[in-house]
């Protein structure tokens, strides 16, 4: 490269940084590219919002960069680092948190379109006094995990399982009659498979996942069985145990 070549460069580089440095103060480049909003308040102006949002019972109010993703606001924000970046395109399930109530990929949603919401993430799925979660126990009983990198996506995944086939949701593997009921749509081991396909597990520890959201649903079968069946039928027949979940 020529030397005018260079000068020209160099000067262009300066011209960025100046402009990234008036725009966002002296955060790293790599907070600005992310959409982190810089250490402090920020005044009001086309690229930033105030929001509202009640993350695991705690209220917060943030100004975000409106290009901010709900998790990087968890994590960089909040530092709740439970929920994990893995390839920051909603196809592994890593950065899975329940939004109001409903399971959600973090990392798809923009902070400033939650405002308002209700966030729950791993750090809140136990009680107050420390007690785990009964998934996080069953997790821990059957092995569930590995690495753990995928385990708080899985979690919350999982908790989210619960409460849609609670509610009657059914799945692409949800027998049409059932599905066409009113009533909770029963987890077998194809069902967990099914809703749970989107979180991935690149340790393979599928089959004690299947497990542990298999028992936490056995055990509060019970709470869930006060409604009266119009159409008793006999017991399901168990599902065999695959060696590798497709």
């Not at 005044?43 to 943030?62: E, F, Q, T, Y």
């Not at 606001?73 to 592994?92: F, I, V």
């Not at 593997?173 to 749509?185: C, E, L, Q, Y």
Request: proline share 7%; with cysteine; charged share 20%.
């Amino acid at each position: 490269m020529t030397e005018a070549g260079k000068s020209t460069g160099c000067t262009a580089r300066k011209r960025t940084w100046r402009a990234v440095v008036a725009a966002h103060g002296t955060n790293p480049p790599d907070q600005v590219a992310s959409g982190i909003p810089p250490t402090g308040t920020h005044p009001a102006d086309a690229h930033h919002s105030r929001v509202a949002l009640r993350v695991n019972g705690s209220d917060h109010v943030l100004d975000v960069d409106h290009r901010a993703t709900l998790l990087d606001a968890l994590r960089e924000r909040l530092d709740l680092t439970g929920s994990k970046k893995g390839c920051d395109h909603g196809q592994c399930g890593a950065c899975t948190v329940l939004v109001d109530g409903r399971r959600a990929n973090s990392c798809l949603l923009l902070a400033v379109a939650q405002d308002g919401a209700e966030v729950t993430t791993v750090e809140g799925l136990a009680d107050d006094d420390g007690s785990l979660h009964p998934l996080q126990e069953a997790f821990l009983e059957y092995d569930a995990f590995q690495c753990g990198y995928c385990t708080p996506g899985q979690l919350c995944s999982a908790l989210g399982v619960l409460r849609e086939a609670a509610a009657g949701h059914p799945s692409h593997v949800t027998d049409p009659a059932v599905a066409a009921s009113t009533g909770p749509v029963e987890l077998s081991a194809e069902e967990i498979r099914e809703r749970l396909s989107g979180n991935l597990c690149r340790c393979g520890a599928y089959n004690g996942i299947v497990d542990a959201v298999s028992d936490v649903c056995a055990r509060s079968a019970p709470a869930k069985s006060t409604v009266p069946s119009t159409t008793p039928g006999p017991a399901p027949s168990p599902v065999p145990r695959p060696d590798v979940i497709v």
